[in-house]
């Protein structure tokens, strides 16, 4: 009877410790009583019914990543490729996810599938190459509201791998070859356009400075002999200034000295016969002078033709 005793509360204890629930962190626990749904169980302890009551499903709160296998799909233009997708969901609504679809990750997988056809099939090879994060968006958006009543946000959709036929890639691995081997050709032209021109602009400005020199010494030479010019002209006015303040200077020392007019004409007659050693053949006499008798043998040391 002890025995039986014994066994019977042990029995009541396992089952009073089944009754005990520790939820944990980003998880939730969907609770059913007698095949219904009971409620939702977030973080923390919980009880329940022994035997009425049963956790039916352990949900995981947590952003969780599903990498789907390539999928084939045909372009506008009929080239058929093969494109994997990366899906990052979240639980929002655990009662809905436990109930709204049997097996949801299938179900995403199979809309993913549909989605990148419908998307891709509005779309040509270079568009569909070019354009990831456009279709990006638009899988997001549509498997969002797909699989909002299964208590499922949709928060990101990425192609991972576009891999178009082996001829297709042969054919755009040729052109892109094509365009490198272009753009180096262009780029090594404008290389030498771009050296020819400066090497002319560099000959255009040498020969502007050597015409600006050549210009700057000529403008230096006209203006030195201008100076030389100016220089000599001031000496030989100087020269004649002197000269002639030499003659008036004897000339009023003559007069002061009280010479009359005879003497006067003497000393005329003199300067007559300086004029008549230079390079000049013929002397003009004044008649005033000629007319003076006692001067008549000075006058005949004046040759008046050589």
């Given at each position: 009877?002890?025995?039986?005793?014994?066994v019977?509360?042990?029995?009541?204890?396992?089952l009073l410790?089944?009754?005990?629930?520790?939820?944990?962190?980003?998880?939730?626990?969907?609770v059913?009583?007698?095949?219904?749904?009971?409620?939702?169980?977030?973080?923390g302890?919980?009880?329940?019914?022994?035997?009425?009551?049963?956790?039916?499903?352990k949900?995981?709160l947590?952003?969780?990543?599903v990498d789907?296998?390539?999928?084939?799909?045909?372009t506008?233009?009929?080239?058929?490729?093969?494109?994997?997708?990366?899906?990052?969901?979240?639980?929002?609504?655990?009662?809905?996810?436990?109930y709204?679809?049997e097996?949801p990750?299938?179900?995403?997988?199979?809309?993913?599938?549909?989605t990148?056809r419908?998307?891709?099939?509005d779309l040509?090879?270079?568009?569909?190459?070019?354009s990831?994060?456009?279709i990006n968006?638009?899988?997001?958006?549509?498997?969002?509201e797909?699989?909002?009543p299964?208590?499922?946000k949709v928060n990101r959709?990425?192609?991972?791998?576009?891999?178009p036929?082996?001829?297709?890639?042969?054919?755009m691995e040729k052109?892109?070859?094509a365009?490198r081997?272009r753009?180096?050709?262009?780029?090594?032209?404008?290389?030498?356009?771009?050296?020819s021109?400066?090497v002319a602009?560099g000959?255009k400005?040498?020969?502007?400075?050597e015409?600006?020199?050549?210009?700057q010494?000529?403008?230096?030479r006209?203006?030195?002999?201008?100076e030389?010019?100016?220089?000599e002209?001031?000496?030989?006015?100087?020269?004649i200034l002197?000269?002639?303040?030499a003659t008036?200077?004897?000339i009023r020392?003559i007069r002061?000295?009280?010479?009359?007019e005879s003497?006067l004409?003497?000393?005329?007659?003199?300067?007559?016969e300086?004029a008549?050693?230079?390079?000049?053949?013929k002397?003009?006499?004044?008649?005033e002078?000629?007319?003076?008798?006692?001067?008549?043998?000075?006058?005949?040391e004046?040759?008046?033709?050589?």
């Amino acid at each position: 009877m002890g025995i039986l005793i014994i066994v019977l509360l042990i029995v009541i204890l396992i089952l009073l410790a089944s009754c005990v629930k520790i939820v944990p962190q980003a998880n939730a626990y969907v609770v059913e009583r007698l095949g219904a749904y009971q409620g939702t169980w977030s973080v923390g302890l919980h009880f329940k019914m022994p035997v009425v009551d049963k956790v039916a499903k352990k949900i995981n709160l947590k952003e969780q990543v599903v990498d789907f296998a390539p999928q084939p799909v045909i372009t506008k233009d009929n080239v058929t490729m093969r494109i994997d997708t990366v899906v990052f969901f979240q639980i929002t609504d655990p009662k809905m996810f436990a109930y709204g679809v049997e097996n949801p990750i299938m179900a995403i997988e199979n809309l993913t599938a549909t989605t990148l056809r419908n998307i891709i099939g509005d779309l040509e090879l270079d568009q569909t190459l070019t354009s990831r994060e456009t279709i990006n968006t638009k899988m997001r958006a549509s498997l969002d509201e797909a699989t909002d009543p299964w208590g499922i946000k949709v928060n990101r959709v990425e192609l991972k791998n576009i891999i178009p036929p082996a001829e297709i890639q042969n054919a755009m691995e040729k052109q892109m070859k094509a365009e490198r081997e272009r753009r180096e050709a262009v780029t090594r032209a404008e290389g030498e356009k771009k050296a020819s021109v400066t090497v002319a602009e560099g000959k255009k400005e040498a020969a502007i400075l050597e015409a600006e020199a050549e210009k700057q010494s000529a403008i230096l030479r006209a203006e030195a002999q201008k100076e030389k010019m100016i220089r000599e002209a001031e000496g030989e006015a100087e020269a004649i200034l002197k000269v002639q303040q030499a003659t008036a200077d004897g000339i009023r020392m003559i007069r002061e000295a009280g010479a009359d007019e005879s003497v006067l004409r003497i000393k005329s007659l003199e300067a007559f016969e300086k004029a008549a050693d230079g390079k000049a053949t013929k002397i003009i006499i004044p008649s005033e002078i000629q007319g003076i008798a006692g001067l008549a043998a000075s006058l005949k040391e004046i040759v008046t033709e050589k």
